[in-house]
């Protein structure tokens, strides 16, 4: 038999589980946080939708309590989708499903206009190159570090008018190309970036698209990515703090002019930053 949940609530099944949503629905492009109560003799394994599974962790600041972050991609279209946890009760695996309701996101459109090199490049050099770049970001979004780097709220890299939201349907010099996976902030060359909390740098190098680029790892399949700079004070390998200095920004890479490009990966999948931010502030480190 299938248990079902469709809105923000506390529910106990058969199986003695207390399962907490963060919201009724949730839009694609968009994280919904889910927690669950520790409960004797119950091992929590995975959560799964559609072919994708993400890890349950145990709550960073209550140990009575686990959790995990389900991050829709921009392309997940609106149903009711249903959602799997897969547990141990007494070493018996069994499952308890969860219904989401995604909504559509009603993104916006935007017209960029870029050197034509920049949009779909020819040259069998630059082909190869961005392959070998998004492979490498791909390897490292795909990897879950099993710690927590962080225990307090995230903060934003930089105070400023918010130039481009994330999810925009963004057509370059007329053609429709992809959408928007971040959030641009204003931002003159120079301009000291911040940490959005702490964690390890994983890359920290120049790209063809993204510029110079810092990805930081904070633990538990969340990473944070800053575009653009047009200087690194970290290295790949580097712990950071949050509010560290880690590079200033610039306008390298595929750009109409300086900002700072910020985004954030959960599982491996590309999520608003500032939803995010907002969601996870408010329920995993809600007393801080």
Do not use: W
């Not at 702490?198 to 930081?216: E, H, Q, T």
């Not at 390998?237 to 306008?251: A, E, T, Y």
């Amino acid at each position: 038999m299938r248990f079902f949940t469709l809105f923000f609530m506390v529910i106990s099944s058969l199986f003695g589980l207390d399962i907490t949503l963060s919201d009724s629905k949730v839009s694609n492009g968009r994280t919904l946080y889910i927690e669950f109560a520790k409960e004797k003799n119950i091992d929590f394994k995975e959560i799964i939708l559609g072919k994708k599974s993400y890890q349950v962790f145990k709550h960073p600041k209550d140990g009575k309590k686990f959790y995990t972050l389900l991050p829709l991609s921009y392309y997940q279209k609106p149903n009711y989708e249903e959602v799997k946890l897969v547990f141990f009760d007494d070493g018996i695996e069994k499952n308890h499903y969860i219904i989401v309701d995604i909504k559509d996101g009603d993104y916006k459109k935007e017209k960029i206009v870029v050197q034509k090199s920049k949009v779909n490049p020819k040259k069998k050099s630059v082909k190869e190159r961005t392959s070998k770049e998004y492979k490498n970001a791909m390897e490292i979004y795909s990897k879950v570090t099993p710690k927590s780097y962080i225990d307090s709220k995230f903060i934003l890299p930089i105070e400023s008018k918010i130039t481009s939201d994330f999810g925009k349907a963004r057509i370059y010099n007329n053609s429709l190309n992809g959408y928007h996976s971040g959030t641009d902030f204003r931002a003159k060359v120079g301009t000291p970036i911040f940490a959005s909390n702490d964690g390890v740098v994983v890359l920290a190098k120049n790209r063809f698209y993204a510029g110079n680029s810092i990805i930081i790892d904070h633990g538990h399949g969340i990473y944070t990515c800053y575009y653009h700079l047009s200087k690194f004070n970290v290295k790949k390998g580097d712990k950071v703090k949050k509010s560290q200095i880690i590079g200033l920004s610039g306008d390298t890479g595929r750009i109409t002019g300086p900002h700072l490009h910020f985004s954030v990966r959960v599982g491996g999948v590309q999520v608003d930053p500032l939803q995010f931010i907002k969601l996870i502030n408010k329920n995993l480190y809600r007393e801080m």
